[in-house]
């Protein structure tokens, strides 16, 4: 049995220009089965008015003074109680569905109304289908190497060059620990968290070159290149003499490096613990992520938006994550130091976290071309 | 061939045409035009369209990158481009008014790609508005359970448009290969 030929319903599209109309041609043609068809005012059935075009409110009331029964949808953004018989309001954004549904019910009001089947000898303007853009084929631009990922010098600095240890060995066990505390990393967690309690920039002043918080920017401002401050981030003890000191006034800080004070204090945890765990961080326990990094504006180790992907979906053992991803574990622990330093990850405490096996990754169906993508994007 | 599709989309003036310029492996397509309405004082000229980019991949596979346009009243478009799509780039103009409304309004828009965790958002104008701060976007997503990677960027920066696109992948397959 062949399908019954449906008449398709003639829309005008009032005030729009020619691209818009392309994309209304295009929708309907494509997405809606040609049941609908883009003509001139004229020969139009039902008419759609932007609200939030230029004009949109005068073209509405002209409109109604030329067709004061036509049927119309109006469409913004903000709702509108414009409904009547032969008007219809579709709040912006428009789902597809939700515009047929509202052509379809004013065609039918129209055919009750008219009693008639619809005059199809008006002359159609647009039947066509939107022509496809032309796209402009050049030559390929070169692409540039990414800095998303850490050069092999750095890595060194960073992580440190420590193999796998077994969990069962107390003395592979001891070496994988370091106490922020002894580390210049402790002493600026602790002055984020007096200024943050007293609301006051705090001075963090000790053998280094000066460094200053600024708690309401949430800024450091440090004077000297990271060379001359990495040797009071990665020597324990070499910070003993510390004061912390409460300043009224901002100091002046011109020609002082400035950094947003979580990816100071984040850098600063990867330099002290190498590829380590903060001590007490137990191996087993499951590890949240409180949300994502700030990555762009960081210092990503290697493979820290995988392990952030796993944590965020699940909390996962430190053990576990690097097992799962087929990594060394020096990986996950520096990445877990940077965020367990910012506050953004922690163990978790709750005993149904422990309880349940993390499941395994699930693997996306487009796999190879996500990792094509990805060695793209990393040049 | 293969053909897949990754969407940019946000307000007026977020950087969607810069960011695809930025990554994209031809001169992008870019319809701006002159707007004639509210967006003039915003933009010289904004995307009354679409943009259009793409990336190449080895063999035959390519990536296209569409912008969506930037005028609300085009957004009928978006469930077009849409559809298909391996996920969305969200950028927020922190410089805006209400950038907070401006990521509502858009995360409605596209409820099916947070659905499905293909939405990655990227926040801009920084420099020029510090405030509200990465944090306070992540807040405003956790009150509805929302966890997805927000970063502050630049979208003239290779860089940050490629870790931007990076995180959305991890997010949809965390055991990529590096």
């Known amino acids: 049995m062949s399908e019954k030929q449906v008449t398709p ?66 469409a913004s953004l903000k709702p509108r109680q414009v409904e009547n018989g032969h008007t219809l309001f579709v709040k912006k954004p428009i789902p597809v569905i939700q515009l047929m549904g509202a052509i379809d019910q004013l065609s039918e009001t129209l055919n009750k109304a008219t009693g008639r089947p619809i005059d199809q000898t008006e002359p159609i303007a647009e039947a066509r289908q939107a022509e496809p853009q032309q796209i402009k084929q050049t030559a390929s631009r070169p692409a540039r190497n990414v800095a998303s990922l850490m050069t092999e010098a750095q890595e060194t600095v960073f992580i440190g ?6 969990p069962d060995n107390q003395e592979q066990l001891a070496k994988i620990y370091y106490d922020p505390q002894h580390y210049l990393q402790g002493h600026i967690q602790e002055a984020l968290n007096q200024a943050t309690r007293h609301n006051r920039n705090v001075s963090i002043e000790g053998p280094w070159p000066a460094i200053d918080l600024m708690i309401a920017k949430q800024r ?30 901002q100091r002046p800080t011109t020609g002082m490096r400035d950094y947003s004070v979580y990816a100071f204090i984040w850098q600063l945890a990867l330099w002290a613990s190498r590829g380590r765990l903060p001590s007490g961080t137990n191996l087993n326990q499951p590890i949240y992520l409180k949300r994502w990094p700030n990555f762009s504006r960081l210092v990503v180790t290697p493979h ?22 087929g990594i060394p574990q020096r990986y996950v622990f520096a990445f877990y130091s940077a965020a367990n330093a910012v506050q953004l990850a922690g163990e978790t405490r709750r005993a149904v976290d422990t309880l349940l096996e993390p499941p395994a990754i699930e693997q996306a169906n487009n796999r190879g071309l996500f990792s094509r993508l990805l060695q793209r994007l990393r040049g | 061939m293969s053909d897949y599709k990754i969407i940019f989309s946000g307000p007026v003036g977020a950087g969607k045409t810069t960011a695809i310029q930025s990554i994209s492996d031809i001169v992008p397509v870019t319809t701006d035009e002159q707007a004639s309405d509210m967006t003039r004082n915003l933009k010289n000229g904004t995307t009354v369209a679409m943009d259009y980019g793409l990336i190449k991949l080895p063999g035959t596979e390519r ?34 008014p209400d950038p907070f409304g401006d990521l509502h309004f858009f995360l409605n828009a596209f409820e099916e790609f947070i659905k499905q965790g ?18 306070d976007y992540h807040l ?39």
């Open chain 1, 161 to 166: 060059t420590s193999p796998d240890i077994d």
């Open chain 2, 63 to 96: 990536i296209h990158l569409y912008g969506t346009p930037g005028q609300e009243r085009f957004d009928f478009m978006w469930q077009i481009l849409t559809n298909g799509g391996i996920g969305l780039v969200l950028l927020i103009n922190n410089h805006r």
């Open chain 1, 220 to 249: 450091i401002f440090v004077d000297a290149g990271e060379k001359h401050l990495r040797p009071f981030c990665t020597v324990p003890d070499a910070t003993r003499e510390v004061e912390l000191r409460f300043n009224e006034q």
């Open chain 2, 118 to 135: 293909k939405v990655v958002i990227g926040v801009t104008q920084m420099d020029q508005a510090d405030t509200p701060r990465i944090e």
């Open chain 1, 304 to 325: 820290a938006l995988a392990i952030s992907a796993l944590w965020i979906k699940q909390p996962r053992s430190l053990l576990d994550t690097a097992i799962s991803l």
């Open chain 2, 140 to 178: 405003q997503l956790e009150n509805n359970g929302i966890k997805i990677p927000i970063f502050d960027i630049d979208a003239r920066v290779k860089k940050d448009v490629s870790i931007l696109l990076e995180a959305l992948l991890y997010s949809l397959d965390p055991g990529l290969d590096d």
């Open chain 1, 9 to 74: 319903i003639r829309v005008a599209a009032i005030g729009m220009d020619q691209r818009q109309r392309n994309a209304l041609v295009m929708l309907f043609s494509n997405h809606c089965c040609n049941r609908y068809i883009l003509v001139e005012e004229e020969s139009s059935e039902i008419c759609i008015i932007d609200l939030d075009l230029y004009g949109g409110e005068r073209l509405w009331h002209e409109f109604r003074q030329r067709h004061p029964d036509r049927p119309l949808i109006l």
